[in-house]
C-alpha cells in the first residue's frame, strides 16, 4: 500500500512540530500546506520541501490530491475547516481545544459522521511516554483497583513569549492546558460524571484564569484531582512534564519530576526512569510533547490505514471537551456540576 498524502491547514508556532512529526511518520507524507500569511507559509513550505502551498482552504480542497487533513488553526475556525474536510469527504484531524463551544463540538462530529470520514482530535498529552509507562502498571494489575488519583502540572514557564494570544483569551489554563490534563485522567481513570472546580488569576498582565483546580467523580466511584498552574515559581521549574499520584487497592504509583515512576505493590517496591525520547529535531525541554506529536500522527496513520476509530476520536474527544465546559460552570456556580449536562 503507498503512503498516505496529507495536507496541513495552518503553519503557525505549534505546526512546525506536526511537519517534523509527519517526516517521522512511516506510511504519511505531507504535500500540500494552507496558510493565510504568506510569511508563515513559505518559512514551512521551505524548510520541509514543499511545493503545493495555498493561502486558501476552498483552493486546496478544489485542487484535492491528498488522503487526509491536518488542521492546526486557532479555535475559531475549527469549525468551518472540519465541515469543509467533511463536505468534501477528506479524513480530518483537528488541534485542541476541539470547538469554540459544545454546540459546535457536536456540530463537527455530526458532520465528520455524516459524510462518514474519520475525525480524531489532536489530544497528544495522552501518548507522551511517561503517562503510557503509568497507564500500563494500572493495566496490569500492580496496585490493583484504583480509587485515588491526581494529574498535576504546576508550573511558572512564560508560555506567553511564544504564545501571546494565550494572555488575551477570557479562558486560559483550563482551555489550552487544563483540557490535557483533564484527557489524562480519563485516560488512565475513566469518564467521569461530575467535576467540582475553582479557578484564580494570580498574573494580572493576562484576561484568563492561569490557575485551576479540579475535583473528578469517576463512573466506578474513584475520586481523581486535576491541579493546573502557570503561577508556581519552583526551586527548579519542571515545565512541561505532569506529575501523577494514584493509590490503589493492592499499592501506590507516583510520577515525580524527571520522569521517575515509582510503583509500590505487594512485590515490593520499584523506582525507573520512563523519559521521553530526544528526536533528532526536538529540543529540551519540549521534547516530552514532541515525541507525543510524533506518536499520536502515527497512531491515526496506523488507524486510518486500518480502517479503526482512533483513540482521540471526536466522539471520544467530546467527552474531554465536556469536562472543560463543566470545570468552568462549576467555576462560575461554585458548585458541583453533573457531566450529563454538557454531553
Avoid at 54 to 80: E, K, W
Avoid at 273 to 284: E, I
Avoid at 314 to 325: M, P, R, S
Amino acid at each position: 500500500m503507498s503512503d498516505l498524502k496529507g495536507a496541513l491547514i495552518g503553519c503557525g508556532f505549534f505546526a512546525v512540530n506536526q511537519m517534523h512529526g509527519w517526516q517521522d511518520a512511516r506510511g504519511a507524507d505531507i504535500v500540500a500546506i494552507c496558510d493565510r500569511d504568506p510569511g508563515r507559509l513559505k518559512a514551512v513550505g521551505d524548510a520541509f520541501g514543499i511545493a503545493r502551498r495555498y493561502a486558501s482552504a476552498d483552493d486546496l480542497f478544489a485542487d484535492g490530491g491528498f488522503d487526509f487533513v491536518d488542521i492546526a488553526t486557532t479555535v475559531p475556525s475549527h469549525r468551518p475547516l472540519v465541515e469543509l474536510a467533511a463536505r468534501n469527504r477528506i479524513p480530518v484531524i483537528c488541534q485542541k481545544p476541539f470547538a469554540a463551544s459544545m454546540a459546535d463540538a457536536k456540530a463537527m462530529v455530526a458532520a465528520c459522521d455524516a459524510a462518514g470520514v474519520p475525525l480524531m482530535i489532536h489530544e497528544n498529552f495522552r501518548w507522551q511516554t511517561p503517562i503510557q509507562a503509568a497507564r500500563a502498571v494500572i493495566d496490569r494489575g500492580d496496585i490493583g483497583t484504583p480509587f485515588w488519583g491526581r494529574v498535576s502540572f504546576r508550573s511558572g514557564f512564560d508560555v506567553f513569549s511564544g504564545q501571546p494570544y494565550l494572555a488575551k483569551g477570557k479562558r486560559f489554563i483550563i482551555e489550552d492546558l487544563g483540557i490535557h490534563s483533564l484527557d489524562i485522567a480519563r485516560f488512565l481513570f475513566g469518564d467521569a460524571t461530575a467535576i467540582t472546580a475553582r479557578t484564580s488569576r494570580v498574573n494580572p498582565a493576562i484576561a484568563g484564569e492561569d490557575v485551576a483546580t479540579m475535583l473528578l467523580a469517576h463512573a466506578d466511584g474513584m475520586t481523581s484531582i486535576v491541579d493546573c498552574s502557570y503561577a508556581t515559581k519552583l526551586p527548579v521549574e519542571p515545565f512541561p512534564e505532569t506529575l501523577l499520584e494514584v493509590d490503589g487497592t493492592l499499592g501506590t504509583l507516583r510520577l515525580g519530576k524527571d520522569y521517575r515512576l515509582t510503583v509500590h505493590g505487594p512485590s515490593g517496591t520499584t523506582v525507573s526512569d520512563v523519559p521521553p525520547t530526544l528526536l533528532p529535531w526536538a529540543s529540551r525541554p519540549w521534547h516530552n510533547i514532541q515525541e507525543s506529536v510524533a506518536a499520536i500522527q502515527q497512531h491515526w496513520v496506523n488507524a486510518l490505514s486500518s480502517n479503526r476509530p482512533p483513540d482521540t476520536s471526536g466522539h471520544d474527544n467530546l467527552k474531554t471537551f465536556a469536562l472543560v465546559e463543566a470545570a468552568y460552570a462549576s467555576a462560575e456556580r461554585g458548585q458541583t456540576v453533573e457531566l450529563q449536562e454538557f454531553l
